[in-house]
């Protein structure tokens, strides 16, 4: 792991790695032919990544990029990963991000919208009390 990534990056990968519980020695390494869009240098190259962790028996292929390198970086992440969300129970940090968004999403309820009027209507009151009172109106 070497070309793209910067050595800070390396360390965090091993740090995570061993608070996970995940060692070398432990995971099966493949190099597969990608697939998918990016035409004939993807599908002629064996950039794809299988990693296959022998305790846990959970398998990740990984082709995010055309790099080797890094996609030997992405699947081992994502395999701790996976392990921490096991071992821990907790949500991982990408299900937590789409769960915000479905969120935002979500179409609010009527008692919701209203009272989100009440409140544009008190605040636009406001705003018209503030204005200058014109003299020659009066």
């Given amino acids: 792991m ?3 990534l910067s050595q800070s990056k390396r360390e965090q990968l091993q740090d995570f790695m061993k608070r996970m519980g995940v060692l070398d020695k ?3 390494e493949n ?3 990608g697939s998918g869009k990016g035409g004939q240098k993807v599908n002629k190259t064996a950039s794809c ?10 398998s990740i292929k ?7 390198e890094l996609n030997r970086y992405y699947a081992r992440k994502e395999l701790c990963e996976q392990i921490e969300v096991r071992k821990l129970g907790v949500l991982s940090r990408r299900r ?9 999403k979500r179409r609010r309820s009527r008692r919701q919208k209203e009272k989100i009027l009440v409140g544009k209507r008190k605040q636009s009151q406001k705003k018209v ?10």
């Fill in 26 to 28: 432990d995971l099966t």
């Fill in 31 to 33: 190099f597969i032919l």
């Fill in 129 to 138: 009390l503030r204005k200058r009172v014109n003299e020659d109106s009066e």
């Fill in 49 to 58: 990544v299988q990693l296959i962790h022998g305790p846990s028996g959970i």
């Fill in 96 to 104: 937590q991000a789409a769960d915000k968004i479905r969120r935002q």
């Fill in 2 to 4: 070497q070309a793209y």
């Fill in 62 to 68: 990984c082709q995010r990029g055309r790099s080797r």
